[in-house]
């Protein structure tokens, strides 16, 4: 009876030691689980956006909203021919933009601004488009296809670089354009210096298109804190260019 005893006993010690170690890894399990989850914005989160424009630009720009991801094929470089193409999902950016002064506007550069939760500067995105819009015609209905998600504790401010009407073309220089934008971000008034031609200067394309867009990272870089740039990419067929920082404070 004692060696029956005994043996009860300690297969009862058994089972509550693997009691207490099954639920001590299912806290362990959940814990992480729930530490994970918390660590993780929620994917609904809207996007803090902002538009900046100079008052004397020719347009103004209105309804910017981020819309559902869309399916973004990215081409392997040549160089690499085992790579196959790639889609992945990112949203796009829709605005609606109108004449005034009576212009006829024929195209535009847009830059977009992503600044970090201290305000440091993380990224810039340039699109030149083609447009048609005079007081006739009512606005135009612009969307940007972003090959990047959006951080949404990040704050974005699509800022307007460069008009072009008929006869005249009006730009904004990049540095004060991102100063600029940088205080359009906080919440706080602002301006940026633009100069007017009275010619129509052509749209930049090709190869002027990235060695243009590479000399204004630069000039970017050059401001505040003096940081570098991390990286330039460009696309001549999309007319667009990018370039990141690690958290760039731009200055006053």
């Not at 690499?80 to 990112?90: R, S, V, W, Y």
């Amino acid at each position: 009876m004692k060696r029956i005893s005994v043996l009860l006993l300690c297969l009862a010690s058994v089972s509550l030691f693997s009691i207490a170690l099954s639920y001590a890894r299912a806290t362990i399990w959940r814990s992480r689980v729930n530490n994970a989850v918390a660590a993780t914005p929620a994917q609904g989160n809207p996007v803090p956006l902002s538009v900046f424009a100079a008052d004397d630009m020719p347009v103004t720009i209105t309804g910017l909203t981020v819309v559902k991801d869309q399916p973004v094929t990215k081409t392997a470089g040549a160089a690499d021919n085992k790579a196959a193409d790639q889609t992945e999902a990112a949203p796009q950016l829709q605005f609606n933009v109108a004449s005034k002064g009576g212009h006829k506007i024929k195209s535009m550069t847009v830059a977009l601004f992503d600044f970090d939760e201290k305000g440091l500067l993380r990224r810039v995105d340039s699109w030149g488009q083609t447009l048609d819009v005079n007081d006739e015609k009512g606005p135009a209905k612009v969307t940007l296809q972003l090959e990047r998600k959006l951080n949404p504790l990040h704050r974005q401010v699509l800022a307007l670089e460069h008009v072009r009407s008929e006869g005249a073309t009006w730009r904004a220089q990049l540095p004060g354009l991102g100063r600029a934008a940088n205080k359009t971000s906080a919440g706080l008034p602002t301006s940026a210096v633009t100069n007017r031609l009275e010619k129509a200067l052509p749209d930049e394309r090709g190869s002027v298109l990235c060695s243009n867009g590479f000399r204004k990272a630069m000039l970017l870089a050059q401001l505040g804190d003096g940081q570098s740039v991390t990286s330039f990419t460009c696309d001549q067929n999309n007319r667009s260019f990018s370039f990141t920082f690690r958290g760039k404070n731009l200055g006053q």
